[in-house]
Each structure stands twice: as C-alpha cells, then as structure tokens.
C-alpha cells in the first residue's frame, strides 16, 4: 500500500456522515511512507488500525483453512529507545514490538529476542526510507555472522562482526532531523516508527 492509497482513504474516513469506529488498513506490504501517515493518522472518535496480511493467500494452495492460523496481523509500532552521547550523537536501542494474536485474542509482546533484523536510516526525509544501517541481532553459531566470522577466521575483526549483531546502535548523527527505524521479527513480520531528534 502506498501514500496516496493511505491519504485517499483517510480523506474519505474524515468525510463520511455516518459514525464508524475503526478505520482499517489491510495490505501484504506498506511503504514506509504510507506506514507513517497511518501511524499519524487521527480522526475524532475513530480507531486507526494497520492490518498486514500474510502472503499466503494470495496463493490459493497455500491458504490456510484452520481458524487458528494466522492469516492477518495487527501490529505495533516497534518499541525503540533513543538518547543522546558523546559529542551530542544519538544512539537508538529496540527493544521489540507487539501485535494481537488472533489465536488468544491478547496482545503479545514480541521481545527483543524475536527480532530478526532492523535497520536504521538516520537521516528520514519523511517519504523514503533509506537504510544506511543494518543489524542481525538473533545469533546462532550455524548461521549468519558466525558462521562468516568462522570462515573469514583471521581477516575480520570480531568487535566490528559484534557491532551488526546488536540491538543497540553506534553512536550517528542526523542532518534531517528524523530518525526511522524498521524492524522485522522472527516471523517475517515488520513494522516501521519514526523518532524526531529533540535539539
């Protein structure tokens, strides 16, 4: 789903006569500019929701009959916190997301163990997201950069290996202002939040 897809809706919410209670957005994937005006959308008494399908059905055989299975997901905005270092740089730290899990019917915490990869564009002009940084944090010594540290052996530093398998950012500073942050989880599942640098 893009902006204008987002923006055209939001438009016809706002207009409508007759009360509605939620606004939803369902699609198999958001551009992060469309991701940011949901996530900043407000419309007097109604509940703005992003809805994120699973790919899955848009394949006939691989749809999913059982009433348990997780064909939609409502999912939150990831959970980062930022703060200020040396030389007035700015670090960010994730600390995972939520979503509802149709199957309990509760909102779950995803922790920071479920997190898969997130990427950092410290620069945002809020329309393109354009990641400058990227981070593997879920370790396993048969995958990923173990393994590349393994077969590299002498020619990698493992302190720089150690930096993009974090969940804490090096220190960074941001000509734009904004910061945004995507991650996506174990599961596939991603999600986008845009933080405003406080001078």
Request: glycine letters at 4%; aromatic letters at 8%; a neutral charge.
């Amino acid at each position: 789903m893009n902006a204008k897809s987002v923006e055209d809706c939001l438009l016809e919410a706002r207009k409508k006569k007759d009360p509605i209670d939620f606004a939803i957005f369902a699609a198999f994937q958001f551009d992060s500019d469309a991701e940011e005006l949901i996530d900043k959308a407000e419309i007097p008494n109604v509940t703005v929701l992003k809805l994120l399908m699973n790919p899955d059905l848009l394949t006939t055989d691989l749809r999913k009959s059982d009433k348990n299975a997780e064909s939609l997901m409502l999912v939150g905005q990831p959970d980062i916190e930022m703060k200020r270092v040396e030389n007035g740089k700015i670090v960010v730290r994730v600390h995972g997301f939520d979503y509802y899990n149709f199957s309990t019917r509760k909102v779950e915490s995803g922790s920071d163990r479920n997190v898969a990869l997130w990427m950092l564009d410290p620069n945002y002009d809020g329309k393109i997201f354009k990641p400058t940084k990227m981070f593997f944090p879920m370790k396993d010594p048969n995958r990923g950069w173990d393994q590349l540290a393994r077969t590299l052996k002498n020619e990698i530093d493992p302190k720089k290996i150690a930096q993009f398998s974090t969940l804490e950012s090096c220190p960074f500073e941001s000509s734009t202002g904004l910061v945004a942050v995507k991650i996506i989880d174990d599961r596939g599942l991603e999600s986008m939040r845009v933080l405003k640098v406080s001078k």
